[in-house]
T-cell receptor, first 115, second 113 residues
Framework: GAGVSQTPSNKVTEKGKYVELRCDPI?????LYWYRQSLGQGPEFLIY????????DSGLPNDRFFAVRPEGSVSTLKIQRTERGDSAVYLC?????????????FGAGTRLSVL | DAKTTQPPSMDCAEGRAANLPCNHS???????VYWYRQIHSQGPQYIIH???NNETNEMASLIITEDRKSSTLILPHATLRDTAVYYC??????????????FGQGTTLQVKP
């Protein structure tokens, strides 16, 4: 079946611009995660949704970052006033359940470059 | 901070077993050991997980020491396509846990012909 889909695969923007990154999870998965991966590092947790609500947003670096999941399926990560330090690969993962043991399935990521 | 320690890199000859170690000396009783791998330009891929018993699936085997302070991921017959970064992660299965994964820097496995 279809996996987690992330669009666009690459995004180049200028410093100060606003960007939106989209994640289509596996159908029926209730849990959705966003991670950020800088070059040479492991992914870092940003935010977790259970259904429509953000159950844990402790990883968002500052208030320029925001994410939504209005219908409990597709999610959008929004970054305002982008900075060069925001350049990274943004990964989305989905999971079928709510408890900790459910396996997370990752998309290929969106590579964001802020010039 | 990640709760695991892994060597930064390893080499393995194609067709031979790859044994990737992981130390997790502060693991607690509720925490499972998970392994994911990340092939270049792809998202992480789940491999296997376990609590205290050894586990095997179609991809790999997981050997956990009796004191649970370390584990080894075994790829029995490594191929060039197994070249990737391998992440060892400890994760609490408690009902209050959100399931977020805390990645370290992993081990870069290079399989050579």
């Amino acid at each position: 079946g279809a996996g987690v889909s992330q669009t666009p695969s690459n995004k180049v923007t200028e410093k100060g611009k606003y960007v939106e990154l989209r994640c289509d999870p596996i159908s029926g998965h209730t849990a959705l995660y966003w991670y950020r991966q800088s070059l040479g590092q492991g992914p870092e947790f940003l935010i977790y949704f259970q259904g429509t609500g953000a159950a844990d947003d402790s990883g968002l670096p500052n208030d320029r970052f925001f994410a939504v999941r209005p219908e409990g399926s597709v999610s959008t990560l929004k970054i305002q006033r982008t900075e060069r330090g925001d350049s990274a690969v943004y990964l989305c993962a989905s999971s079928p359940g709510t408890n900790g043991k459910n396996i997370q399935y990752f998309g290929a990521g969106t590579r964001l470059s802020v010039l | 901070d990640a709760k695991t320690t892994q060597p930064p890199s390893m080499d393995c000859a194609e067709g031979r077993a790859a044994n990737l170690p992981c130390n997790h000396s502060t693991i607690s009783g509720n925490e499972y050991v998970y392994w994911y791998r990340q092939i270049h330009s792809q998202g992480p891929q789940y491999i296997i997980h376990g609590l205290k018993n050894n586990e095997t699936n179609e991809m790999a085997s997981l050997i956990i020491t009796e004191d649970r302070k370390s584990s080894t991921l075994i790829l029995p017959h490594a191929t060039l396509r197994d070249t990737a970064v391998y992440y060892c992660i400890v994760r609490d299965h408690g009902s209050s846990n959100t399931g977020k994964l805390i990645f370290g820097q992993g081990t870069t496995l290079q399989v050579k012909p």
